[in-house]
């Protein structure tokens, strides 16, 4: 089973940063994806940002493309999101995700039934 910590959500105003964390620890092996949804109100959840674990490739939602930043620490196997550029739109609960998605299937990249471990999720605000 794997844990996962989030922390680095809160509050701040349209153009503004925030930076995301999550933690892995337990049994991580047979995963090889980590990386970031979200949900707002009233809507779906939706793919953010995606890392491959073993390798480096990135993967990013339209909507954040070129705003929205993912790196890995791999020796404390820790996932950052760095978020630039905020927009009210952005406002969502972000939830850190792990799972398996083989190579060659960046088609199910954002399927939300490849990741088996979540975490508790963290707030993000953005003001207008």
């Known amino acids: 089973q794997v844990q996962l910590v989030e922390s680095g959500g809160g509050s701040v105003q349209a153009g503004g940063s925030l930076r995301l964390s999550c933690a892995a620890s337990?049994?991580?092996?047979?995963?090889?994806?980590m990386g970031w949804f979200r949900q707002a109100p009233g809507k779906e959840r939706e793919g953010v940002a995606i890392?491959?674990?073993?390798?480096?490739?990135?993967y990013y939602g339209d909507s954040v493309q070129g705003r929205f930043t993912i790196s890995q620490d791999k020796a404390k196997n820790t996932v950052y999101l760095q978020m630039n550029s905020l927009k009210p739109e952005d406002t969502a609960m972000y939830y850190c995700a792990a799972g398996y998605v083989p190579l060659g299937r960046g088609d199910l990249i954002f399927d939300i039934s490849r990741y088996n471990s979540w975490g508790q999720g963290t707030q993000v605000t953005v003001s207008s």
């Open positions: 337990g049994y991580t092996s047979g995963r090889n994806r």
């Open positions: 890392i491959n674990t073993v390798g480096s490739s990135t």
